[in-house]
């Protein structure tokens, strides 16, 4: 039997031990903020070579190999901003875990895009661009590719600063730049950017007016009664049977009418009817939650939490369905273009295998990228609960419908951040309303009133001037890429 090492070797042998624990906790910390780049790295790199594999021995395969590339990291960059929009507000009012809601997004982002993803695009970006100015092959792919890696990187870039902008005037912006560099000024329908100029103001103020709207509702006629829990019941079904008539309209505009012709009226009945039957099931499921809660506007968080986790999956479905496009529309032209060696068409059918790039890179953007924006979008803009959460979602779905039947080109992304802002700025309005009545806070310095400020200035700062810049910054840097890209010979 050897006998045991000496004292002061073992103070030497635990302080090695801590030495190498000390090296793997830094090694760690190192290496994770590079796991999310690497895992987008090596999808990029896997949908260049399925593209690789699926164009073959065909002619200008590299310009496709590298088109599905920017297509991929289009699709990671609006998983990781986009996405949030969706979800922020249910993870800031804690109905949601982070990762619950990141499940929760990525099946129902791929759900939407694979099964509710637009056939058919128009290939010059809703008519911004005169087909004919982009007619020749050669010039009609290097404009969408432009497009497509300026839109990529400026939502990028506006990830990393942590502003929520909108990734359907990211690629506007982009066609505008890159039409320009091709064909002139006049090759661009300016009354229709003119409406889509429009609709940075006209969706952000119309999200936020009615949340706050919906919000005032709630606080007079429940929150600020004497019987909360009786008024909930009253009222939460209802509001529950409007949510759900407000999605199916949505979904019978974007979705299934693609399938079957819908007209607006047969719409409004869809959604009238869904809101009467949903308002008379959820009677019942409301008065069985309700027993036992105490008579305070906390208990309406067990009340909101189902409508407002339902809400944010229908909204990422929604979103999947149509946003997707934005990445691998671009993508499907300029294959159908270097297929068929034509120029622009008045749309272009999007294959399945190019659908599930784009499906696969908005659910692995999102889980690589986006807890940071949901904590922004759901925490750090304005305090969310379960109800001003909900606020905001009804809102968004409305705003949407209403948008989509004045034939608004609005901006998903700005109506949703449009509407936390409205509730935090009528909270706002409301603390200051009690102040002047109050006189026990009238003495309080300006100072110290700034600094209790519900919403957060340097956030609105810095997104509304993201929102600004998104279509001027894409399209001086398609025009650009264009210039660059378009001495390389086709």
């Given at each position: 039997m050897t006998d045991p090492p000496p004292e002061n070797e073992w103070k030497t042998l635990?302080?090695?031990?801590?030495?190498?624990?000390?090296?793997?906790?830094?090694?760690?910390?190192?290496?994770?903020?590079?796991?999310?780049?690497?895992?987008?790295?090596?999808?990029?790199?896997?949908?260049?070579?399925?593209?690789?594999?699926?164009?073959?021995?065909?002619?200008?395969?590299?310009?496709?190999?590298?088109?599905?590339?920017?297509?991929?990291?289009?699709?990671?960059?609006?998983?990781?901003?986009?996405?949030?929009?969706?979800?922020?507000?249910?993870?800031?009012a804690q109905a949601l875990t982070l990762g619950g809601a990141l499940v929760v997004a990525a099946v129902f982002e791929t759900a939407g895009a694979l099964l509710g993803g637009g056939d058919v695009i128009d290939t010059v970006s809703r008519g911004i661009v005169a087909p004919e100015a982009v007619a020749e092959p050669a010039v009609f792919i290097w404009a969408m590719m432009s497009a497509l890696l300026a839109g990529a990187l400026w939502i990028n870039l506006a990830t990393w600063l942590g502003a929520p902008v909108s990734t359907t005037h990211s690629i506007v912006g982009g066609v505008v730049g890159a039409g320009i560099a091709a064909a002139g000024l006049m090759s661009v329908n300016w009354p229709t950017m003119g409406a889509i100029?429009?609709?940075?103001?006209?969706?952000?103020?119309?999200?936020?007016?009615?949340?706050?709207?919906?919000?005032?509702?709630?606080?007079?006629?429940?929150?600020?009664?004497?019987?909360?829990?009786?008024?909930?019941?009253?009222?939460?079904?209802?509001?529950?049977?409007?949510?759900?008539?407000?999605?199916?309209?949505?979904?019978?505009?974007?979705?299934?009418?693609?399938?079957?012709?819908?007209?607006?009226?047969?719409?409004?009945?869809?959604?009238?009817?869904?809101?009467?039957?949903?308002?008379?099931?959820?009677?019942?499921?409301?008065?069985?939650?309700?027993?036992?809660?105490?008579?305070?506007?906390?208990?309406?968080?067990?009340?909101?939490?189902?409508?407002?986790?339902c809400s944010a999956a229908l909204l990422s479905f929604a979103h999947g369905a149509n946003d997707v496009a934005n990445a691998v529309g671009p993508l499907a032209a300029i294959v159908t273009a270097v297929?068929?060696?034509?120029?622009?068409?008045?749309?272009?059918?999007?294959?399945?295998?190019?659908?599930?790039?784009?499906?696969?890179?908005?659910?692995?953007?999102?889980?690589?990228?986006?807890?940071?924006?949901?904590?922004?979008?759901?925490?750090?803009?304005?305090?969310?609960?379960?109800?001003?959460?909900?606020?905001?979602?009804?809102?968004a779905a409305i705003t949407v419908i209403i948008a989509s039947w004045l034939g608004l080109p609005v901006s998903s992304t700005h109506i949703a951040i449009g509407g936390i802002f409205g509730v935090g700025f009528f909270r706002e309005w409301y603390h200051e309303r009690i102040l002047k009545k109050n006189r026990a806070y009238t003495g309080l310095p300006p100072e110290e009133r700034a600094r209790r400020k519900l919403v957060r200035r340097s956030h609105f700062l810095t997104i509304v001037a993201a929102w600004v810049v998104t279509v001027p910054a894409t399209a001086g840097l398609a025009a650009l890429l264009f210039m660059l890209l378009h001495l390389i010979p086709v």
């Open positions: 635990n302080k090695d031990l801590e030495r190498i624990a000390v090296l793997e906790q830094a090694s760690l910390h190192v290496a994770r903020p590079l796991i999310g780049p690497g895992v987008a790295l090596a999808f990029m790199v896997i949908v260049g070579l399925i593209a690789a594999v699926l164009t073959g021995q065909q002619p200008h395969s590299l310009i496709v190999v590298a088109a599905a590339i920017i297509g991929a990291y289009m699709a990671l960059n609006i998983g990781a901003n986009d996405v949030a929009n969706n979800m922020g507000p249910a993870v800031g100029a429009a609709s940075w103001v006209i969706s952000p103020l119309m999200g936020g007016v009615l949340a706050a709207a919906i919000l005032a509702f709630i606080k007079t006629s429940i929150i600020y009664t004497p019987d909360i829990l009786s008024a909930a019941r009253r009222w939460v079904p209802l509001l529950i049977g409007v949510m759900g008539g407000a999605f199916a309209i949505y979904l019978s505009i974007k979705g299934v009418n693609k399938v079957l012709h819908i007209t607006p009226t047969t719409s409004a009945l869809i959604g009238l009817g869904t809101t009467v039957v949903l308002t008379l099931a959820m009677r019942p499921v409301i008065r069985r939650q309700s027993r036992g809660l105490e008579n305070r506007k906390k208990s309406l968080k067990v009340l909101f939490s189902i409508p407002l986790v297929n068929e060696g034509r120029g622009a068409t008045e749309s272009v059918a999007i294959p399945l295998w190019i659908m599930a790039i784009g499906a696969a890179g908005l659910s692995l953007g999102l889980l690589m990228f986006g807890p940071r924006m949901i904590r922004m979008v759901g925490s750090q803009i304005t305090r969310l609960n379960a109800v001003r959460a909900y606020c905001v979602a009804l809102s």
